[in-house]
């Protein structure tokens, strides 16, 4: 694939201008926890990532990609490229193969989707799901934000996110799921929660995600396509060492049992069936 090259860092040249402030080390954003253990804001810090990602990590991240326990097994770029401290083409003239420069693409996609319908951001991009029935139910949306869902995968996923301000894509598409199928609450409750929590928050990919997932969206996911929590979890978190990881109460469970709900809000069949029910009503309008 032809790849344009980097534009130079200051348009005709330069160096980055030097601004007087604190020296970011000295703010206390909390630097041994959470997120900011991975993510070393500035330019600085993303090239560092990047390079880091693209000696190693990134030969395998066609496979490494799906499963949220692996360190490396994504970039972690989305904070750098979200703030500007490191471009597209730049991370494209490294070379990285195609399944890694696919997801640098869907990006694109979701800047072209909201510069072409800004109306997403509140709306659906089909207008078919303007009349569909989401249901306002603040218990569950308050258990769901918190980490309580009684589905260990959705649970170790919002509070990854609430401890450190990011969660693996993966996670993302399976909580993102949970939320509008299981539970049918509107996606841009999804949206909100996630713009104020996340720290890559990002308003064409945040968007572009939830339209996918509630299957609102440009080449969404289809609405019947419902992701069973249970089986994600088995297949790509097989021994539970990610959600033990945000879930320490469930770290004395086998591979076996951690999967399965305890004390679950909703039952998935009985929420999938609600869920399907609803979308048909929604076709026949
Ligand atoms: C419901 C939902 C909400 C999301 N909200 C955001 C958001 O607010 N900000 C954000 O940057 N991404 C968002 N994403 C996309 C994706 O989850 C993140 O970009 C990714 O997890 C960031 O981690 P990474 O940099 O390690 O990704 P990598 O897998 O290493 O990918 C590299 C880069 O490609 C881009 N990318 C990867 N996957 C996608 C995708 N599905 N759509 C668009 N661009 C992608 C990102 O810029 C990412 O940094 C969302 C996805 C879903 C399903």
């Not at 696919?102 to 509140?122: C, S």
């Not at 029935?133 to 649970?155: F, M, R």
């Not at 909100?192 to 995600?209: E, K, Y």
């Not at 509630?214 to 992701?227: H, M, N, T």
Request: with cysteine; charged share 20%; hydrophobic share 40%.
């Amino acid at each position: 694939m032809a790849t344009l090259p980097p534009i130079p860092r200051i348009p005709g040249g330069g160096e980055t201008p030097s601004i007087s402030s604190l020296p970011i080390e000295q703010i206390d954003f909390g630097w041994d926890r959470g997120f900011w253990k991975r993510w070393e804001p500035g330019e600085k810090g993303a090239w560092k990532r990047l390079n880091h990602f693209i000696a190693g990590p990134v030969s395998i991240y066609g496979t490494s990609r799906d499963f949220p326990a692996l360190e490396d097994g994504v970039s972690h770029l989305s904070p750098h490229l979200h703030f500007g401290e490191i471009s597209p083409r730049s991370i494209l003239a490294m070379n990285p193969p195609e399944p890694f420069v696919r997801q640098l693409v869907w990006r694109e996609f979701a800047f072209y989707l909201l510069y072409h319908f800004p109306q997403t951001t509140d709306e659906p991009l089909r207008n078919k799901f303007k009349s569909f029935p989401w249901v306002y139910n603040e218990k569950h949306l308050k258990a769901w934000q918190g980490g309580k869902t009684g589905y260990p995968i959705v649970d170790a996923g919002m509070r990854e996110l609430w401890q450190t301000g990011w969660m693996h894509n993966r996670v993302r598409m399976i909580v993102g799921s949970f939320l509008v199928k299981d539970l049918m609450i509107h996606w841009l409750e999804g949206a909100r929660w996630f713009w104020d929590t996340l720290v890559d928050a990002d308003l064409p990919n945040n968007t572009f995600g939830w339209q996918w997932i509630a299957g609102c969206g440009a080449d969404a996911a289809p609405y019947f396509r419902i992701f069973n929590p249970v089986l994600q979890s088995q297949k790509f978190d097989p021994e539970g060492t990610y959600i033990k990881r945000y879930c320490p109460e469930l770290i004395h469970l086998s591979p076996s049992e951690i999967h399965q709900p305890r004390s679950p809000i909703v039952d998935h069949n009985e929420a999938r069936d609600r869920a399907l029910a609803a979308f048909e009503k929604t076709k026949e309008k």
